[in-house]
């Protein structure tokens, strides 16, 4: 078989699906369903605009948050609290046994801890300096 490697500099929507596919089809043909449905509570100011929020999915029974952004301006009055609490009440709803995330050093390990997250892996020196910290909570 003949083949080359491609970078390519701005992917689209269309080079991820391909992608995955052979990916998607191998990992249904071993579970009987993936699930994957987006998880997304948006923070809005007075005005109605979106500043903030948390940003996931859940799949395989697990919620995963991709982003959890408070503006420093709310911070401190229970907003991310807030937000994940709201979305593992969600992730419950669906049936889900438990999350996951990842934070850097400089960002929120703290944070996550307090509401009963653990580490239960590290990239140490990611990035340099630094560490990149996984964590997860069981319901």
Known sequence: ?????????????????????????????????????????????????????????????????????????????NVGSALLRRAEDIARERGCTGAWLDTFAFQARGFYEKQGYAVFGEIPDHPAGGARYFLSKRF
């Open 1 to 77: 078989m003949d083949y080359r490697l491609q970078s390519i500099e701005e992917p689209t929507g269309a080079d991820r699906k391909a992608i995955a596919a052979p990916l998607l089809a191998y990992n249904l043909s071993k579970v009987p369903s993936l699930d994957i449905r987006p998880l997304v509570i948006a923070l809005q100011d007075e005005s109605g605009q979106t500043v903030g929020g948390l940003w996931g999915e859940t799949a395989l029974d697990w919620l995963h948050v991709d982003l959890l952004v408070v503006p420093a301006s709310m911070r401190g009055n």
